[in-house]
């Protein structure tokens, strides 16, 4: 069974390089059998910004690409933390938040990038998780999307 690393790589995929935090919070947190992340911001592969609102800036397509970019960095910071993803069991839970126009209402539409991705590497059963996927009027540096949540390790 290829590692989730592989599963990457057939799909594509890199894990970006991510920057540095200017707030005061840990990436990655275990607890027990739970693995917890923080809100990992869109970012491109450089470790630039992903930006701007969603609805008006952002078109669809570049918003859910940008949860992709999410939740690519999650993976980052869980192999920062523990140097491989394979320890990962399950997907628990995901918040995701989209920095959106007020009409905006795709939200869940935008978050299926970083879902579609954890479905990929984990499968339907372990990969799909609770979710909930809400409008936020702004985000951390114009960031076009944010996700946060838990695995089961």
Request: aromatic share 6%.
């Amino acid at each position: 069974m290829p590692s989730i690393e592989e599963k990457l790589a057939n799909l594509g995929y890199t894990l970006p390089t991510l920057p540095g935090s200017k707030g005061i919070y840990k990436p990655v947190l275990e607890v027990g059998n739970l693995l917890y992340y923080s809100g990992h911001v869109s970012i491109n592969t450089d470790g630039t910004f992903i930006v701007g609102k969603v609805g008006d800036e952002v078109d669809d397509t570049e918003a859910k690409r940008a949860a992709l970019q999410c939740g690519l960095a999650i993976l980052a910071s869980v192999k920062n933390h523990y140097g491989s993803l394979d320890k990962i069991k399950r997907v628990v839970k995901i918040l995701g938040m989209v920095n959106a126009v007020p009409e905006y209402t795709k939200h869940a539409l935008i978050i299926n990038g970083c879902s579609e991705l954890f479905v990929q590497l984990w499968g339907e059963e372990n990969g799909k998780g609770v979710r909930s996927a809400v409008g936020m009027g702004s985000l951390p540096n114009n960031v076009a999307v944010e996700i946060e949540g838990v695995f089961e390790i």
